[in-house]
């Protein structure tokens, strides 16, 4: 069994930064992939960032492309999510997400998630 536990959420002024762990237990395989999701009140979960298990291939949204980074230093079971140039519109609750079989873009995909951690950012 797979658990997934964010931090690093909080509140921060627009322009600014913040960094976000995912500290995973249980069996992973390579194949597997990890990434980040997040969903706004009112609106859909979506896809920020994925990374293969092994830490080879990394993917990005384009809303996030330049300003986040995804990375899973090699033997440490965390993922982390670098956040630069925060804007509002990137206020959300950040859920870490797990996917047994590669890296999706959809939610669906993913068979194990966090209880997410929120991030507020003001203008």
């Known amino acids: 069994q797979v658990q997934l536990v964010e931090s690093g959420g909080g509140l921060v002024q627009a322009g600014g930064s913040l960094r976000l762990s995912c500290a995973a237990s249980?069996?992973?395989?390579?194949?597997?992939?990890l990434a980040w999701f997040r969903q706004a009140p009112g609106k859909e979960r979506e896809f920020v960032a994925g990374?293969?298990?092994?830490?080879?291939?990394?993917y990005y949204a384009d809303s996030v492309k330049g300003r986040f980074s995804i990375s899973r230093p090699a033997a440490k079971n965390t993922v982390y999510l670098q956040m630069n140039s925060l804007k509002p519109e990137d206020t959300a609750v950040y859920y870490c997400?797990?996917?047994?079989?590669?890296?999706?873009?959809?939610?669906?995909?993913?068979?194990?998630w966090g209880q997410g951690t929120q991030v507020t950012v003001s203008s």
């Open positions: 997400a797990s996917d047994r079989d590669g890296l999706g873009y959809v939610a669906l995909d993913y068979d194990y």
């Open positions: 249980g069996r992973f395989f390579t194949n597997y992939g």
């Open positions: 990374v293969t298990w092994s830490g080879g291939r990394t």
